[in-house]
């Protein structure tokens, strides 16, 4: 039987924009659950500082999926992270939509 060979790109690496974009949606996960948390805690009374918060990890997710999108324009990089940083960055995105427009209604 023949043995299959794996190839590696070795000069590939997991650097760039990729991190950063996974960093920033890590963040804006962070932020919710900690908002969640003090809200619940507080029993819905919580500051206003609480919203300001919630923005900024809005702002941090958009931002996180906006890097990781351009992110894919790298040359001989790996986008491992680039798509986990997206694709966090989009559903927190998506989830922090939600959380405002029951907020508003």
């Not at 950063?20 to 804006?28: D, L, P």
């Not at 029993?43 to 992110?71: C, D, H, K, N, T």
Request: overall charge positive; some cysteine; glycine content about 12%.
């Amino acid at each position: 039987m023949a043995k299959k060979k794996g190839y590696r790109f070795e000069d590939r690496s997991r650097y760039g924009r990729g991190i950063i974009s996974t960093v920033t949606s890590a963040v804006s996960i962070v932020i919710f659950l900690s908002t969640a948390f003090i809200c619940t805690v507080m029993a819905g009374r919580a500051p206003q500082w609480i919203g300001a918060l919630g923005f900024s990890g809005f702002v941090m997710s958009f931002y996180g999926m906006i890097v990781g999108l351009e992110s894919f324009r790298e040359r001989n990089e790996s986008y491992l992270l680039s798509k986990v940083g997206t694709l966090m960055g989009g559903a927190m995105v998506a989830v922090w939509f939600i959380v405002f427009c029951v907020g508003l209604a």
